[in-house]
């Protein structure tokens, strides 16, 4: 499984693919806006940092197809690696299809149910993002649609991957390595989760009280 990281915070992308696990990173308006930097200055930094797909989305005021795919195309001329990140909507997939035609790569974000990806896939997203959290939020199991869509996709053949989104805990992590997503693209805190074990740090602790009772 591919591991993005969820975040604006240059300092976080920084220190996370020191670690050699990061692939690729996703943002969206509202990390953008808790970073409180600008757009442009946050992306020309994170795609210096990180060679893989860099999500950024288009404003979250541009709604019509033509306005989208003017935005995309400028966002997408920032750097190779830029994927565009367009909210689902009927306005979204036009562009996205035009967009597919044009070779530019998109990430449709805010995808709740499977049928919504299905119309992604078709449309010829690069990435589809279904919002695992917030569906958890909501007492709906965001797996079963991480799982739903994962069978659509193999059923026919799609291209398009799975960006497993909204990952609020290890568990979120572990589901989705389980059941083969394609990416998860994980916030910061929660990847440093992923690091530590108790019985790691108790382990660490007893070696280096052994190693030093015996080196006195
Ligand atoms: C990433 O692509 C999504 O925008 C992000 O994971 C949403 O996470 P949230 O539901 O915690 O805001």
Known sequence: MKIFIDTAEVKEIRDAASLGIIDGVTTNPS????????????????????????SGEVKATTTECDDIIKEAIEISKIHKNM??????TKEGLKAVSELSKKGIKTNVTLIFNANQ?????????????????RLDDISTYGMDLIEDINLIFNNYGFETEIICASIRNPLHVLDCAKVGAD??????????????????????????????????
């Open 83 to 88: 994927v565009v990140k367009i909210p689902m």
């Open 117 to 133: 990806a299905l119309l992604a896939a078709k449309a010829g997203a690069t990435y589809v993002s279904p919002f695992l959290g």
């Open 31 to 54: 990390l953008i806006a808790k970073s409180g930097r600008k757009f442009e200055d946050v992306i020309k930094e994170i795609v210096e940092i990180v060679d893989g797909p860099i």
């Open 183 to 216: 990416i998860a693209t994980i916030p910061y805190k929660v990847l440093m989760q992923l690091v530590d074990h108790p019985l790691t740090t108790i382990g660490i602790e007893k070696f280096k009280k052994d190693y030093l009772d015996s080196n006195k």
